[in-house]
């Protein structure tokens, strides 16, 4: 029994959106009840061990729960329960067309027990945005360590050119020739005195050409290719073809082209230990949802795990979101639910008696700043954000060795059409090693994603992408290739459409995106008013 069954707030599973949440809303001195029906907080945002995402795997993608026993059941009968009710259930297909090319020999593997794979994987954390902010303010910094990822390359006709976090490392630079590194450091000057002037332009940055797109400004600083390709997708970190455009929604302007800029050489010089622009949190991107969670349990919120929630209660009259109902029978009370994606809710039915309520005006204005923000807006239904962007291809890899010799944290960005000429979207990958905390010495994980819309055609580019990195057997061929050897990988696809809201009081949080850091993330939780 829990007790007390009233609460400020019920935040329904242990992602980390949720778990920003769970923490901003206790630090507020609002009473939070924050349940899961799974073990180890487990979720999307989950970094699971080597047996648990093989259970993912032969499941087909669902993420194991844990078992409730009915011996703790209480009764409750229909008529003591004043609300009308809307079962939960596991939303579908959040996760398919899942593939393992196991081992050869998994003693290969080394100690199975010290992986922890992203879920949610490749993703990174900037050193100077909103989610390290996000954990400084929670005071939640102190639970959490990351490792600084220590290169990152971009991929083109065959090799991998060495992209600068800053303008000394331009000087530094080996790869470049002396004109590209003076285009880059003339570049790096001009977003410098952007950002000095807080967004006071003029020229070429006045405020008649910011909303133009950037890669046209970046044609007429008459940049090569090659740093083009370095600025738009491994500084900028932009995900769609900005060359060849299919959908002028996909261009990224150029306000928001430099505004990524700033936040990418703030990020370069903000942690003096850091080598780069970009942070790893130790032990895999599950740790950053318990940080939140630790903080939040210590300023009160109450936590039951192993507990799902069967049931979703609205008032009969409005329609208003007032509780939940938990597996054991025991109703709890609150006029704010905030729900994990992977929980699916019937619409409520329109009648005279129960109409099917819209959100109020602080929803709507909240669903309108997602929207115009870019994030995912939040319903019962699945809403489909359009196209390409509602799923994602992931591929964990586990090899020997490394990619590049002496480095461990390593990313590296296929631009679009990078890969031996076929036609591909922005691909990412990044390695990491034991130094992470993420597997056994002498093994690498190797995480890859690209946005898709055709799984079969995702797995191809994504294949290629493991060509250009990796050998996969031991053919004399491959044997004098000093490429690592893949030894195991897993292969799946992941919805990213998020639930649309219908329901007042009931916050829809949002899956993992197609991008390689937590922005929309951020912005969502920034949004949801508690």
């Known amino acids: 029994m829990i007790e007390p069954n009233t609460f400020d707030a019920i935040v329904l599973g242990t992602g980390l959106p949720e778990s920003i949440l769970a923490a901003s809303i206790a630090a507020a001195g609002k009473t939070v009840l924050h349940l899961d029906a799974y073990e180890g907080y487990l979720s999307p945002w989950a970094s699971p061990s080597f047996s648990t995402l093989s259970s993912f795997a032969s499941s087909g993608g669902c993420l194991p729960k844990a078992s409730f026993s009915a011996e703790e059941e209480l009764t409750f009968s229909p008529e003591e329960i004043e609300y009308k009710i809307l079962e939960v259930k596991d939303a579908p297909a959040l996760y398919s067309h899942v593939k393992v090319s196991p081992a050869h020999d998994e003693s290969s593997l080394g100690r199975l027990n010290?992986?922890?794979?992203?879920l949610a994987g490749p993703k990174v954390v900037f050193c100077a945005g909103p989610l390290v902010d996000a954990l400084v303010s929670a005071q939640a910094d102190h639970h959490v360590r990351f490792k600084g990822v220590e290169a990152s390359f971009i991929w083109r006709d065959g090799q991998m050119t060495a992209v600068p976090a800053s303008r000394s490392d331009v000087f530094r630079d080996k790869t470049l020739s002396l004109a590209d590194k003076r285009f880059l450091m003339r570049f790096f000057k001009l977003v410098a005195d952007y950002t000095d002037s807080e967004g006071g332009t003029s020229g070429e940055l006045a405020a008649e050409n910011l909303d133009r797109p950037f890669v046209e400004f970046l044609r007429r600083q008459q940049l090569p290719t090659l740093i083009r390709e370095i600025i738009l997708y491994a500084i900028a970190l932009v995900?769609?073809?900005?060359?060849?455009?299919s959908d002028v929604a996909s261009l990224v302007s150029t306000k928001d082209g430099l505004q990524a800029l700033a936040l990418y050489l703030a990020s370069a010089s903000r942690f003096p230990d850091a080598p780069g622009a970009f942070l790893y949190p130790m032990y895999g991107h599950g740790d950053l949802p318990q940080a939140f969670c630790r903080c939040a349990a210590v300023?009160?919120?109450?936590?039951v795990l192993r507990m799902p929630v069967v049931s979703?209660?609205?008032?009969?009259?409005s329609g208003d979101c007032k509780g939940v109902q938990i597996a054991s029978g025991q109703v709890l009370h609150s006029e704010k639910v905030i729900a994990s994606p992977t929980f699916c809710v019937e619409q409520p039915a329109t009648s005279e008696s129960t109409p099917t309520t819209t959100s109020s005006a602080v929803d709507?204005?909240?669903?309108?700043?997602?929207?115009?923000?870019d994030v995912p807006s939040t319903s019962s239904e699945r809403h489909e954000t359009g196209g390409d962007s509602t799923k994602v291809a992931r591929c964990l890899?586990?090899?020997?060795?490394?990619?590049?010799?002496?480095?461990?944290t390593v990313m590296v960005i296929f631009p679009p059409n990078s890969l031996h000429g076929r036609k591909s979207k922005v691909?990412?990958?990044?390695?990491?090693?034991?130094?992470a905390d993420v597997c056994p010495d002498g093994k690498y994980i190797v995480q890859f994603s690209v946005k898709c819309s055709d799984a079969t055609e995702a797995e191809e580019t994504?294949?290629?992408?493991?060509?250009?990195?990796?050998?996969?057997?031991?053919?004399e061929d491959d044997l004098e290739s000093e490429k690592p050897k893949l030894l195991w990988s897993i292969f799946f696809i992941q919805d990213v459409s998020n639930p649309l809201q219908a329901i007042r009081g009931l916050k829809m949080s949002v899956m993992p995106d197609g991008t390689i850091d937590y922005r929309s993330m951020m912005k969502y939780t920034e949004t949801v008013r508690c």
Request: hydrophobic content about 35%; aromatic content about 6%.
């Open 114 to 118: 010290r992986y922890s794979l992203d």
């Open 239 to 245: 995900d769609d073809d900005q060359e060849q455009v």
């Open 299 to 303: 300023r009160g919120a109450l936590y």
């Open 312 to 317: 979703l209660l609205l008032d009969k009259e």
């Open 364 to 373: 709507a204005e909240e669903d309108a700043h997602l929207r115009s923000s």
């Open 397 to 408: 890899c586990i090899t020997d060795q490394s990619f590049q010799p002496g480095l461990s």
């Open 427 to 435: 691909v990412r990958a990044l390695q990491l090693g034991s130094a």
């Open 462 to 475: 994504l294949q290629a992408a493991k060509d250009a990195l990796f050998r996969v057997d031991d053919s």
